[in-house]
Structures are given as C-alpha cells and as structure tokens.
Nanobody, 125 residues
Framework: QVHVVESGGGSVQAGGSLRLSCTAT????????MGWFRQAPGKEREFVAR????????YYGDSVKGRFTISRDNAKNTVYLQMNRLNSEDTAVYFC??????????????????YGQGTQVTVSS
C-alpha cells in the first residue's frame, strides 16, 4: 500500500501564490507518476496537473496552464504544485494522486491508484 500525504494548503488573496507538497511512501526504491486534482463545492472533480516518474513529462489542465507548475524531488519522494496568480476560481480541495498501474499520461482520476486526503486552498478576492 502506498501512503499519500498532501501539505501546504491555506488561504491567500487573489493574485498570490501557494505551493503544495505531496509525499508518497510505501514502496522503497519505486518512483511513481503523480498528479493533482481539485474539487470545488458543487463542482465536479477537475484534473490539475500530472508529472511522469522522472519529471520529463508534465501535463496541465487548461484552467491552470501558465499559472501552475508541477515538479518533483525524487530524493524526497515529493511532488510539488507551485500555484501562482491565484484567483477565486482556484478555491477547492486539492488532492494528490499516485499512478502505479494506470496508463501513462492519463488525466483521469480513475487512472491513478492511490490518493491523499486533500488539502484546502482558499483564495479570497
């Protein structure tokens, strides 16, 4: 079993920045593709970003392209989501996800295998 823990959420004013972190543990010596999703109240879950196991490939949802950056530090088993120029539409619970078996590059929630509990991001205008 892989254990996924997010951190770094909080409240920020519109135009500000936050950095989320996600650590995956439970498979010594194995590096996974990882991603971020978010869900706002009353809205469907939305793909945010994905990064391949070695960091060579990244993918972004249309609503965050150019503002968010996903990166990783495999020495720390940690993936980061740098979020810049935040606006109220970015307010949501952000979930980290780990892909061990799913198809490479997929942006579907079901293509990931393990998920964190989520961290709240609130952007005030």
């Amino acid at each position: 079993q892989v254990h996924v823990v997010e951190s770094g959420g909080g409240s920020v004013q519109a135009g500000g920045s936050l950095r989320l972190s996600c650590t995956a543990t439970g498979r010594a010596g194995v590096t996974f593709a990882m991603g971020w999703f978010r869900q706002a109240p009353g809205k469907e879950r939305e793909f945010v970003a994905r990064i391949s196991w070695n960091g060579d490939n990244t993918y972004y949802g249309d609503s965050v392209k150019g503002r968010f950056t996903i990166s990783r530090d495999n020495a720390k088993n940690t993936v980061y989501l740098q979020m810049n120029r935040l606006n109220s539409e970015d307010t949501a619970v952000y979930f980290c996800a780990v892909a061990e078996f799913g198809p490479p590059g997929s942006q579907q929630w079901a293509a990931f295998d393990y998920y964190g509990q989520g961290t709240q991001v609130t952007v005030s205008s």
